[in-house]
């Protein structure tokens, strides 16, 4: 498939899918007029890159990563930097937890804004 079919079922841009190129993620092949052409299996490649961006690794993670994915195999380092991501995802996880109660206290104390002694104005 080309480009703009893979971003499509993909859900990514074009651009996305030629920085994942640029990057060493995603591999095309080309025809003779030199459009890239990527396999049925890039769909799912291009998705499982975007589920790792979301969770927050870098590109350089992601490469050293990949490998061992296509390869089904794990090493001790990769299962290490993953827990390692898994454990700063954790951290991060519990920062926003944090914040979201601190919202919440401030929602309720604005509820009723002359108990509080603040008033909001829009």
Known sequence: M???ELATKAGVSVRALRYYEEQGLLASDRSDSGQRLYPPAAVDRVQLIQHLYAAGLPSRTIAELLPCVDARVSTP???ARLAAERDRIDRQIAELIQTR???DAIIDLTQNPRLSGC???P
């Open 2 to 4: 080309r480009i703009g």
């Open 77 to 79: 380092e990769s299962r």
């Open 101 to 103: 109660d601190r919202l």
């Open 119 to 121: 008033v909001i104005r």
